[in-house]
T-cell receptor
Framework: GQNIDQPTEMTATEGAIVQINCTYQ??????LFWYQQHAGEAPTFLSY????GLEEKGRFSSFLSRSKGYSYLPLKELQMKDSASYLC???????????FGTGTRLQVFP | DAGITQSPRHKVTETGTPVTLRCHQT?????MYWYRQDPGHGLRLIHY???????DKGEVSDGYSVSRSKTEDFLLTLESATSSQTSVYFC????????????FGDGTRLSIL
């Protein structure tokens, strides 16, 4: 089975840096996806990590530690439009299914 | 945007009626998925398909059936809708290898009274 843990809510100020964490326990781990979902909209793909380390992708990089079962999104130079939910989803070998965490709702204030 | 169209986008119906939601893709992707999203539960997989006429259950499949007679269409049917099936339903598609992301349709908001 899988267990995914993310903080439910976070708040931050425009221009700041915030880190959204995800811990997971997954059999046959084979990478981790991050999605962004604005209220009332569909999830959109942000990043994928399969190797340890930081995957740099503009303002939406993502970090993975396979040995610790841990990933995070470091969001830089926050903008109001970054107010959204961020969903963590580990992938496993021999399956085409993703299990999504319940997501972290980020609110950015001026 | 990935070429995914869900229909209808909104529907209100009564308990006990049959409901069919449609997902149509123009990407020729092999994999298609149906999720529901409810407050406090996140996205939960209902059923998915890995090819024409090839489908499998997800974690919350009770009360739902699916069909895929063409690569581009994946139908989700609630044979006899219940109020507990009030939710937002998302379709997703994927090229299928493990490192390919799923791309989501805009969702269907279904209310069962």
């Amino acid at each position: 089975g899988q267990n995914i843990d993310q903080p439910t809510e976070m708040t931050a100020t425009e221009g700041a840096i915030v880190q959204i964490n995800c811990t997971y326990q997954t059999s046959g781990f084979n990478g981790l996806f991050w999605y962004q979902q604005h209220a009332g909209e569909a999830p959109t793909f942000l990043s994928y990590n399969v190797l340890d380390g930081l995957e740099e992708k503009g303002r939406f990089s993502s970090f993975l530690s396979r040995s610790k079962g841990y990933s995070y999104l470091p969001l830089k130079e926050l903008q109001m439009k970054d107010s959204a939910s961020y969903l963590c989803a580990p992938a496993t070998y021999n399956t085409d299914k993703l299990i999504f965490g319940t997501g972290t709702r980020l609110q950015v204030f001026p | 945007d990935a070429g995914i169209t869900q229909s209808p986008r909104h529907k209100v119906t009564e308990t006990g009626t049959p409901v069919t939601l449609r997902c149509h893709q123009t990407e020729n992707h092999r994999y298609m998925y149906w999720y529901r999203q409810d407050p406090g539960h996140g996205l939960r997989l209902i059923h998915y398909s890995y090819g024409v006429k090839d489908t499998d259950k997800g974690e919350v499949s009770d009360g739902y059936s699916v069909s895929r007679s063409k690569t581009e269409d994946f139908l989700l049917t609630l044979e006899s809708a219940t109020s507990s099936q009030t939710s937002v339903y998302f379709c997703a598609i994927s090229g299928g290898t493990t490192n390919q992301p799923q791309h989501f349709g805009d969702g269907t908001r279904l209310s069962i009274l």
